[in-house]
C-alpha cells in the first residue's frame, strides 16, 4: 500500500489566501485525522471522521478552519483567510477502525508558511 | 481533562547506551498507551502500544509497560543506535474513543 498521502508537501502563500491541504487515507481504513504540530503548542488534534462523519471538530482553532471529507478516499482542510500564526506541520492520519485501541497511520505532512 | 507528560529533550548518549524517556498520563477510564517515532523530515510511525495494565509493547528492541498503578509507560532500549535518533511522543488514547493526546516529545540524539 503507498500509505498515507497528503498534498502538497509544501505550501508558502501570503496571509489573507486561501489554502487547502489534500489527504488520501489508507484504503480501507474507516478513521481519518488532521492534526497540527508546532514548535509551541506540540501536536494537536483539529478533527476527525468516521465513515466520512465528523465526530469531533473540538479541536479545530476558529472558523477560518474547515475539513470535509467527501468519500472514503479523500478529505481536504481549508483555511480561508490564512494567517501567519497558521505556519505549522499539518499531518493527516488514518486507521482502520474506530477504537482507541487501533493504530493511526501518518502522512509526511504538509509544511505551511504563512508570510 | 486527560494529559501526557513527557520527559524534557534533548536527551544525548553515546551509541550502545541505555535509554530510559519517562511518560507518565492522566486519564480517566482505561485508555490505551502509544510511542510514536519521528525522523528528521518525515510523519509519526508506530513504534510500540499496550492497550491494558501490566501489558508490555516491544518493538525494535524498544519496550514499555502499561503501569496502572503508577500512571507510567516509560520507554526503554538496552543499547541503541545512531539510527535511533529521532523524536519519540508518548501518546494515549482515552477508553472507547478513537483519538489520540500526544506528549511534548522527547528528541534523542545518539553518536558513535
Known amino acids: 500500500d503507498a500509505g498515507v498521502i497528503q498534498s502538497p508537501r509544501h505550501e508558502v502563500t501570503e496571509m489573507g489566501q486561501e489554502v487547502t491541504l489534500r489527504c488520501k487515507p489508507i484504503?480501507?481504513?474507516?478513521?481519518l485525522f488532521w492534526y497540527r504540530q508546532t514548535m509551541m503548542r506540540g501536536l494537536e488534534l483539529l478533527i476527525y471522521?468516521?465513515?466520512?462523519?465528523?465526530?469531533?471538530d473540538s479541536g479545530m482553532p476558529e472558523d477560518r478552519f474547515s475539513a470535509k471529507m467527501p468519500n472514503a478516499s479523500f478529505s481536504t482542510l481549508k483555511i480561508q483567510p490564512s494567517e501567519p500564526r497558521d505556519s505549522a506541520v499539518y499531518f493527516c492520519a488514518s486507521s482502520p477502525g474506530g477504537t482507541g485501541t487501533d493504530t493511526q497511520y501518518f502522512g509526511p505532512g504538509t509544511r505551511l508558511t504563512v508570510l | 481533562g486527560d494529559s501526557v507528560t513527557q520527559m524534557e529533550g534533548p536527551v544525548t548518549l553515546s551509541e550502545e547506551a541505555f535509554l530510559t524517556i519517562n511518560c507518565t498520563y492522566t486519564?480517566?477510564?482505561?485508555?490505551?498507551l502509544f510511542w510514536y517515532v519521528q525522523y528528521p523530515g518525515e510523519g509519526l510511525q508506530l513504534l510500540l502500544k499496550?492497550?491494558?495494565?501490566?501489558d508490555k509493547g516491544s518493538n525494535k528492541g524498544f519496550e514499555a509497560t502499561y503501569r496502572k498503578e503508577t500512571t507510567s509507560f516509560h520507554l526503554e532500549k538496552g543499547s541503541v543506535q545512531v539510527s535511533d535518533s529521532a523524536v519519540y511522543f508518548c501518546a494515549l488514547s482515552p477508553g472507547g474513543y478513537n483519538k489520540l493526546i500526544f506528549g511534548a516529545g522527547t528528541r534523542l540524539a545518539v553518536h558513535p
Open positions: 484504503s480501507g481504513h474507516n478513521s
Open positions: 486519564a480517566t477510564g482505561y485508555p490505551s
Open positions: 499496550a492497550t491494558k495494565a501490566d
Open positions: 471522521f468516521n465513515n466520512n462523519v465528523p465526530i469531533d
